[in-house]
């Protein structure tokens, strides 16, 4: 996507029209709870560390480039999600929400926000706009979803959710903004989970939330300021760090996934695959249109449970972990989570590794199947 790739050389270099001569080029860790405010100081930029920081100031420059939106960050996606479903509800709401993303997302809207008369409906991703949106003040759309990968169209969601009045959020989790842009699709917030691709090195639990509304930004950072929920110095900073490589580590993870789609497709021991990218897969005609490439993960069903476990313990470079995003590869067998996908289903999250060593260990391990 040219605009991604314009706005990520920008940002490359987004600290540059600040620096002085002699000053670092990267920004500075400050972990300082309090700053100095003295009586005529009421209006200094930083007074206390749950209102404000500069690594936070740093990091969310960066991601307010490349969402062109306002950036709020949290110390970890689910924090994002908490303060999306608690600033964007009130009692006797409903909010509809996917049956088949991000469990945890369901839970503690269920859980927690349902306890203040909050009402909670689930809907598929791949019927997500089926029944339409009346009633409902709140409207958040995971596509592609984890771990099933089916889509919904971003736009038409937009369009028919606004007019009835409800708030439309996405979470961009398993895309990033390189990947696909749901704010300029009509959505009025994005989630992320920058724990996943954003920081990339499985390092820091991290999170944001992007807007254009300023009403939604000055909620959110207030609900942040004072509940809470702030992410450490350090984790920003090194979020800073690993968001400078994305485009390079997206490109290298989103290009073999394509290719690997395609291979796993054709291997004699692979039952299915689900790739948004493949001319076949359900998802396809929507993603064309609004992903600018279709993603690093990969769902790919080998059949029964224990092939599944037996492809992730044996493959040399993939790795047993529950998350994705990360310079590795990674699988994981979600059915044991209860996520609704068959039971041979492994999320393959596809990493940095050079692409033909990596097929290759993956070819050697199915065909021992
Ligand atoms: C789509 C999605 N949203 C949100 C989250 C939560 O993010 P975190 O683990 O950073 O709290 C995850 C985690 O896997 C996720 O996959």
Same mark, same amino acid.
Not at 39 to 48: D, E, F, I, L
């Given at each position: 996507m040219k605009d991604a790739e314009n706005l990520f050389a920008e940002l490359l270099h987004h600290r540059l029209s600040k620096l002085a001569p002699g000053d670092a080029i990267i920004p500075a860790i400050q972990p300082a709870s309090v700053f100095l405010t003295p *009586? $005529?100081? *009421?209006? $200094?930029? @930083?007074? @206390?560390g749950r209102f404000h920081n500069p690594t936070w100031t740093e990091t969310e420059a960066a991601l307010a480039l490349l969402e062109g939106a306002e950036v709020i960050t949290f110390p970890s996606g689910m924090a994002a999600v908490a303060a999306t479903l608690i600033t964007q509800t009130k009692a006797g709401d409903r909010v509809l929400m996917p049956s088949d993303g991000y469990y945890a997302s369901r839970l503690i809207a269920e859980r927690f926000v349902g306890r203040f008369n909050v009402t909670i409906v689930q809907r598929p991703t791949a019927r997500f706009l089926d029944g339409g949106f009346d009633g409902f003040a709140l409207v958040i759309a995971e596509t592609p979803s984890n771990p099933g990968l089916d889509v919904c169209d971003i736009a038409a969601v937009a369009q028919a959710a606004k007019a009835a009045g409800a708030v439309f959020a996405v979470d961009n989790t398993t895309m990033t903004p390189l990947g696909q842009r749901p704010l300029d699709l009509g959505a009025d917030l994005v989630i992320s989970s920058d724990t996943k691709a954003i920081n990339g090195h499985s390092d820091a639990l991290f999170g944001h939330i992007a807007t254009r509304s300023a009403s939604i930004a000055a909620e959110v950072g207030d609900y942040r300021k004072y509940t809470g929920p702030i992410p450490s110095p350090f984790d920003t900073w090194l979020v800073h760090r690993g968001l400078e490589t994305l485009e390079v580590r997206f490109s290298r993870m989103t290009g073999s996934a394509a290719t690997l789609a395609e291979r796993l497709q054709a291997h004699r021991k692979v039952k299915g695959v689900r790739y948004p990218g493949l001319p076949g897969d359900p998802a396809h005609a929507v993603a064309k249109r609004q992903m600018a490439s279709f993603g690093f993960m990969l769902g790919v069903d080998l059949g029964s449970a224990s092939a599944a476990d037996r492809f992730i313990d044996d493959c040399r470079l993939v790795q047993s972990t529950t998350s994705f995003g990360g310079i590795r590869s990674s699988g994981e067998r979600r059915a044991k989570w209860g996520d609704p996908v068959p039971e041979g289903y492994v999320r393959l999250a596809v990493g940095c590794e050079p692409l033909e060593p990596l097929w290759r260990a993956m070819d050697a391990t199915l065909d021992s199947l």
């Open positions: *009586s $005529a100081g *009421s209006n $200094a930029p @930083y007074q @206390y």
